[in-house]
């Protein structure tokens, strides 16, 4: 009976779904290693700041960079895949407000795969040019990145979870999509907060991405195990 009522997913349903839960893993993993970091170098910071953050990098070394940006640029990687597969399905698969939110959780993504390369390959070498000044340049194109991301990814993950409680059956249990909706307005209002230079909350914007990659590892275990999403 349970296999009448959930079939197994398509081919192309469980590789989109194994790049969800692969990649939101790696970035979960790189956001760990971005929380070595400190806050002033790890996440967006004030004009003032990126001076502490240059003596960050200097301490800091570059292994931790390297890992922090290499494992997050992993991450970036595979949910760009995941999210170009799940946005491309036809509209027997997954309604207009869903493929939008992968959409948009895509933009963000192209987004973040630019700052995290910063972080792996660009940081360490900059802190030691002779002049300062080009690493604070990129360290502020970096933080602006980094929030201005975070609105398309908060939008995004507020329309695939919107779209999937609308579903007879959803995916997500009704608690944790509650969780996802908080997470996705957190990260929208923090990000688009810090880019309009109105509020400035660097660790909203780091954690919503952390509990964020949470919520989509399980949302591709479930597409795994439940079959196809449809409406």
């Not at 192309?12 to 956001?31: E, I, N, Q, R, Y």
């Not at 000044?133 to 695939?160: R, S, T």
Request: with cysteine.
């Amino acid at each position: 009976m349970d296999t009448a009522r959930f079939p197994a997913p398509s081919q192309s349903d469980a590789v989109s779904a194994a790049l969800l839960a692969l990649g939101a893993a790696a970035l979960f993993l790189g956001t760990l290693f971005y929380a070595r970091l400190t806050p002033a170098l790890g996440l967006p910071a004030l004009p003032d700041e990126r001076a502490q953050a240059l003596a960050d990098a200097l301490t800091l070394g570059p292994t931790k960079l390297a890992l922090a940006g290499g494992f997050a640029f992993l991450g970036d990687g595979l949910l760009l895949a995941a999210c170009v597969a799940l946005a491309s399905r036809g509209r027997r698969q997954a309604s207009d407000l869903e493929r939008a939110g992968w959409a948009l959780m895509a933009v963000s993504v192209v987004i973040a795969m630019v700052f995290d390369s910063m972080t792996a390959a660009l940081f360490w070498p900059l802190a030691h040019a002779s002049e300062a000044a080009p690493f604070l340049a990129f360290k502020a194109w970096f933080d602006f990145l980094f929030a201005a991301g975070n609105v398309p990814y908060g939008l995004g993950f507020i329309a695939v979870l919107r779209a999937d409680a609308r579903r007879g059956e959803p995916l997500l249990p009704r608690p944790l999509s509650f969780v996802g909706l908080a997470i996705g307005a957190a990260a929208a209002i923090s990000g688009l907060g810090y880019s309009t230079d109105v509020l400035h909350m660097p660790l909203v914007i780091g954690l919503s991405v952390t509990f964020g990659c949470l919520v989509l590892a399980v949302l591709g275990v479930r597409i795994l195990r439940r079959g196809p999403i449809t409406d």
